[in-house]
């Protein structure tokens, strides 16, 4: 272990957070608390430590509690409280919250008596500055952003911040990255690493895991404790690549993919179709041993949405046509399952495809996303409209009716889409309408759906 720096380390405890839901310092990851783990790392760096919080808050700690001596709450009173009582002039400022920081990159910062470059916290703060700390809690700025101006980059993995259970599971992923051997590196795709329309709380955490052995994370579903307590755990297809991923759903509420890929399949999940613009949107890496942080970065470039050509248009148009008199055939039997899953399956997945031509050749800079994402949202409003009437309950009447409903919606989209694309619309729609009447006639003005 190197030498412990002559500084004071001062843990910010903090309180209880709204947004994780209980006190931060108390949560576990790896087998301590995160406010074990923070008064563990200072002392492996400086040579005094403090911890700074509310002794209001009644936190049950290991360790001394400095109270900062107001009922406000924000970190500027833990540094100033703690810069009070430090015995060294110098101080690094550690919030319980970072738990991936190590002590290398603290003395790091230390030496260059500077902050890293997302933000004031972990940082370098001396007693010199208190005055002007003062000051500024005196203006009601409570901000620490611009009081040390010193910048110092680190390795943007170390950083992570602990705000909500999600953050929480990231953390401890990442931990586990790094300690064990065959796991190369994790990264974060989909909602919680996008810039644009961000991840609420109903979105799950998309986490691929690099591995020397894929199958061993295949056979054996245990390492998956290691990050909460599991209430679901189960293997499917992953759309990343000809993969398989699992699915975890812990008791807290957070649920997480782990697409389970080999090392070498970094560039060919790079290049699979649509992945750039994937990655595009935003990810995060928070464990890279094998570079695949700069393969991802050459890859995350928008895929242009080009507009179908008549080859493309006629094949999408063959299959829907197709599927609906074969669904009618099946509900014509009586296999009202069958039916419906075709309309309310296959039929609509061909659907979405003529919903987003349709919406790019109204609006060339129209957004339509992947697989119907935020689809409310670019989809003609009147198609949209039309949508709602178009999904079926499991009773043979309705699906015939859904089934007609969704046959208008996509002529109707079909004939204007080729009217701007300049295409020929080479199906009769009239016989094909015929065909399917003759096997399920549209109840929609009729009484009875067959004689």
């Known amino acids: 272990m190197a030498d412990r720096v002559a500084a004071t380390g001062i843990l910010l405890v903090g309180g209880v957070s709204e947004r994780f839901g209980s006190p931060k310092a108390l949560a576990a990851i790896a087998g301590e608390t995160l406010a074990e783990r923070g008064w563990r790392i200072l002392h492996e760096t400086c040579d005094e430590v403090l911890a700074v919080g509310k002794a209001s808050d009644g936190i049950e700690l290991p360790f001394p509690l400095l109270d900062d001596g107001t009922d406000e709450h924000a970190p500027v009173f833990g540094v100033i409280a703690g810069l009070r009582a430090a015995r060294h002039d110098v101080a690094l400022v550690l919030p319980v919250d970072c738990p991936l920081v190590t002590p290398d990159a603290l003395r790091r910062l230390l030496e260059a008596g500077a902050v890293p470059q997302t933000g004031p916290l972990p940082g370098v703060y001396t007693s010199a500055l208190l005055p002007e700390l003062d000051a500024r809690v005196a203006r009601d700025e409570l901000s620490l952003r611009g009081v040390n101006e010193s910048v110092l980059e680190l390795d943007e993995t170390l950083l992570l911040n602990v705000n909500t259970r999600n953050d929480l599971l990231l953390a401890a992923v990442a931990d586990w990255a790094r300690a064990t051997e065959d796991v190369r590196a994790v990264v974060l795709v989909g909602s919680?690493?996008?810039?644009?329309?961000?991840?609420?709380?109903?979105?799950?955490?998309?986490?691929?895991?690099?591995?020397?052995?894929?199958?061993?994370?295949?056979?054996?579903?245990?390492?998956?404790?290691?990050?909460?307590?599991?209430?679901?755990?189960?293997?499917?297809?992953?759309?990343?690549?000809?993969?398989?991923?699992?699915?975890?759903?812990?008791?807290?509420?957070?649920?997480?993919?782990?697409?389970?890929?080999?090392?070498?399949?970094?560039?060919?999940?790079?290049?699979?179709?649509?992945?750039?613009?994937?990655?595009?949107?935003?990810?995060?890496?928070?464990?890279?041993?094998?570079?695949?942080?700069?393969?991802?970065?050459?890859?995350?470039?928008?895929?242009?949405?080009?507009?179908?050509?008549?080859?493309?248009?006629?094949?999408?148009?063959?299959?829907?046509?197709?599927?609906?008199?074969?669904?009618?055939?099946?509900?014509?039997?009586?296999?009202?399952?069958?039916?419906?899953?075709?309309?309310?399956?296959?039929?609509?997945?061909?659907?979405?495809?003529?919903?987003?031509?349709?919406?790019?050749?109204?609006?060339?800079?129209?957004?339509?996303?992947?697989?119907?994402?935020?689809?409310?949202?670019?989809?003609?409003?009147?198609?949209?409209?039309?949508?709602?009437?178009?999904?079926?309950?499991?009773?043979?009447?309705?699906?015939?009716?859904?089934?007609?409903?969704?046959?208008?919606?996509?002529?109707?989209?079909?004939?204007?889409?080729?009217?701007?694309?300049?295409?020929?619309?080479?199906?009769?729609?009239?016989?094909?309408?015929?065909?399917?009447?003759?096997?399920?006639?549209?109840?929609?003005?009729?009484?009875?759906?067959?004689?």
């Open 192 to 451: 919680h690493a996008r810039r644009d329309t961000p991840a609420d709380r109903w979105s799950d955490l998309d986490l691929l895991l690099f591995l020397d052995e894929p199958e061993r994370y295949v056979d054996d579903d245990a390492w998956v404790a290691r990050f909460g307590s599991p209430v679901l755990t189960f293997l499917e297809p992953t759309s990343v690549g000809d993969r398989v991923e699992r699915r975890v759903l812990y008791d807290d509420g957070v649920d997480v993919d782990f697409p389970l890929l080999p090392v070498s399949s970094a560039r060919e999940v790079a290049g699979l179709p649509g992945v750039g613009t994937v990655l595009s949107r935003g990810y995060r890496v928070l464990h890279d041993e094998i570079g695949v942080g700069d393969v991802l970065a050459n890859a995350a470039v928008p895929e242009p949405a080009e507009p179908p050509d008549a080859a493309a248009f006629a094949q999408l148009a063959t299959d829907f046509w197709h599927h609906a008199l074969w669904a009618a055939k099946k509900l014509r039997r009586g296999e009202v399952f069958t039916a419906i899953s075709c309309l309310d399956g296959y039929l609509k997945w061909r659907l979405l495809t003529m919903l987003e031509w349709h919406a790019r050749v109204v609006d060339p800079t129209a957004d339509t996303w992947h697989d119907g994402r935020f689809l409310e949202r670019w989809a003609d409003p009147g198609a949209l409209a039309a949508l709602e009437r178009a999904y079926a309950h499991y009773d043979l009447r309705d699906v015939a009716r859904a089934l007609w409903e969704t046959i208008d919606l996509f002529q109707g989209l079909e004939e204007e889409t080729a009217s701007r694309l300049g295409l020929a619309v080479h199906l009769d729609h009239p016989d094909l309408r015929r065909r399917i009447g003759e096997v399920v006639p549209d109840p929609r003005p009729a009484s009875t759906l067959w004689p």
